[in-house]
């Protein structure tokens, strides 16, 4: 569940940043860690929140067998614009994503996070959407960002595990 085009910005930001080291560009170095960062928190966030969209979506359309009338109902008022509404952002784990679900699956889903040794994945996942939420409703252009580019990049590949725990538990 990896993104080539965040993996693209992964490798500009350290082009980038040797290019300003190789020419003692320190100011410079400063200013593209912290406009990437905020960059790579965003991308991370908002492939994410695609990603599971996508992923419930394909979901309800195999379990409906494909009634599209069910299916633009669940999307129209189960997830379109409330992507941000299925996580307890200021928790460290998806229970109520899960509990979404049912307890049966949220049961089962916990189960599976524990066995496959995904807790970090599923707090790496939570952290970056609690950034991500942090930075856009603050005052974007001043808010800091106590990563480093390459702690939110470890973040980041850590909870496309969690995600692709999501996409397994919910395949068609």
Not at 75 to 101: C, D, M, P, S, V
């Amino acid at each position: 569940m990896y993104s080539k085009k965040i993996k693209a910005l992964y490798d500009e930001y350290n082009e980038l940043i040797s290019f300003c080291r190789m020419n003692g560009q320190v100011s410079f170095e400063m200013y593209i860690n912290n406009t990437y960062k905020k960059s790579l928190l965003l991308s991370a966030a908002s492939y994410f929140e695609t990603t599971i969209i996508k992923i419930i979506h394909e979901f309800a359309e195999s379990k409906s067998r494909q009634n599209m009338v069910l299916i633009s109902f669940v999307y129209n008022k189960a997830i379109k614009r409330q992507y941000h509404t299925f996580f307890n952002w200021e928790g460290n784990n998806a229970n109520q994503f899960w509990g979404l679900f049912g307890d049966t699956f949220r049961q089962e889903a916990k189960k599976q996070v524990q066995e496959k040794g995904l807790a970090d994945a599923e707090r790496a996942f939570m952290a970056i959407g609690r950034e991500r939420n942090l930075l856009v409703h603050q005052n974007y252009i001043e808010a800091t960002i106590n990563d480093t580019f390459e702690e939110i990049y470890a973040k980041y590949e850590k909870a496309c595990e969690f995600v692709e725990l999501v996409s397994q538990l919910l395949s068609p």
